[in-house]
């Protein structure tokens, strides 16, 4: 597609409730990241996938968020047993290849899902 | 590890005064960097980014960085500030550790522009 599209663009659900979060990263993007953004803070990275699998997962805060990606394309963040301090704005970013030498990789984000959790 | 500080978590301006945004960094590498905006209820989107190119990096809407190694400092600067300058500017580097691409944000800027 012509950008990055996340969708719900917003999730209002019920504490203990699972929440999936779709991302459809620009076609031919190999590289694809997700981020969260709390309120009043920076961007914390989560995961990223090179094709379909995730090399580094480092940033999921517990066992109860989990990604995956298929087809080398969408992607979805699933968050089990929501608590109300998951609440924030979930990022997508997607880039051609991850990581190039000469630094010119460049993600292109989505405009996010906002996540309410009550 | 890489890390990245604004300086300021608010910036206010007049319309037509010059804007200066503030980031410092910390890398074992040599970074790449870049400034991202983010209006109200739009996604990020680039403005610049260092590749260990050119030190004096022009970026979108009049915006421009200066790469100082020696101050290990990336602050973003305008000669004009616009009312559609106001915005949310993150200052981010990239992780080169495992060559991911992942990117570090720092907590951001807020910048007010006056009439």
């Known amino acids: 597609g012509a950008g990055v599209s996340q969708s719900p663009s917003n999730k209002v659900t019920e504490k203990g409730k699972d929440v999936e979060l779709r991302c459809d990263p620009i076609s031919g993007h190999t590289a694809l990241y997700w981020y969260r953004q709390s309120l009043g803070q920076g961007l914390e990275f989560l995961i990223y996938f090179q094709g379909n699998s995730a090399p580094d997962k480092s940033g999921l805060p517990s066992d109860r968020f989990s990604a995956e990606r298929t087809g080398g394309s969408v992607s979805t963040l699933t968050i089990q047993r929501t608590q109300q301090e998951d609440s924030a704005v979930y990022l997508c970013a997607s880039s051609l290849i991850a990581g190039a030498l000469s630094g010119a990789n460049v993600l292109t984000f989505g405009a996010g899902s906002r996540l309410t959790v009550l | 590890a890489q890390s990245v500080t604004q300086l300021d978590s608010h910036v206010s301006v007049s319309e037509g005064t010059p804007v200066l945004l503030r980031c410092n960094y910390s890398s074992s590498y040599s970074p790449s960097l870049f400034w991202y905006v983010q209006h109200p209820n739009k996604g990020l989107q680039l403005l610049l980014k260092?590749?260990?190119?050119?030190?004096l990096v022009k970026g979108i809407n009049g915006f421009e960085a200066e790469f100082k190694k020696s101050e290990t400092s990336f602050h973003l600067t305008k000669p004009s500030a616009h009312m559609s300058d106001a915005a949310e500017y993150f200052c981010v580097v990239s992780d080169r550790t495992g060559n991911t691409g992942k990117l570090i944000f720092g907590q951001g800027t807020t910048l007010q522009v006056k009439p």
């Open positions: 260092y590749t260990s190119a050119a030190t």
